[in-house]
């Protein structure tokens, strides 16, 4: 097994997606690498914000940042309360049995907010009913 874990996306205004990740959701951003800021998702989870080269978009299409939570209902409130567009309430997905919303960070990224229903899942490491 892995120690931790790094997602990397590319943005086209680094400062525009970092302030998404730090202000809007609440990140903590660990390190300033320049041209890349990462942040703290979860005790080992991190991800990687990095400038696009000049003249190239970041690639948008198959991906999807999936941030785990209990508390759904939660994320949706508040992220709407700072005015972020969401792409629709949160609802349960009874094919992958969740609970979850998406939405778009401002490189179009597809990030998704979900609970996993199925008790099978594993609780967080550290975690004491886990």
């Excluded at 959701?25 to 005790?43: A, H, N």
Aim: some cysteine.
């Amino acid at each position: 097994m892995f120690d931790q874990q790094v997602t990397f996306l590319y943005a086209q205004n680094l400062e525009t997606s970092s302030k998404f990740y730090e202000k809007d959701l609440g990140l903590t951003q660990v390190l300033d690498q320049g041209q890349c800021r990462i942040f703290r998702v979860s005790r080992d989870g991190f991800l990687g914000i990095c400038q696009c080269r000049e003249g190239a978009a970041p690639t948008t299409d198959g991906i999807i940042v999936t941030l785990v939570s209990e508390d759904v209902d939660g994320w949706y409130e508040r992220l709407t309360a700072k005015g972020l567009a969401i792409e629709a309430k949160p609802v349960l997905n009874t094919d992958f049995n969740i609970y979850h919303f998406f939405m778009r960070d401002p490189d179009g990224h597809l990030l998704e907010v979900q609970r996993f229903c199925d008790p099978a899942w594993p609780s967080p490491v550290g975690d004491s009913a886990g």
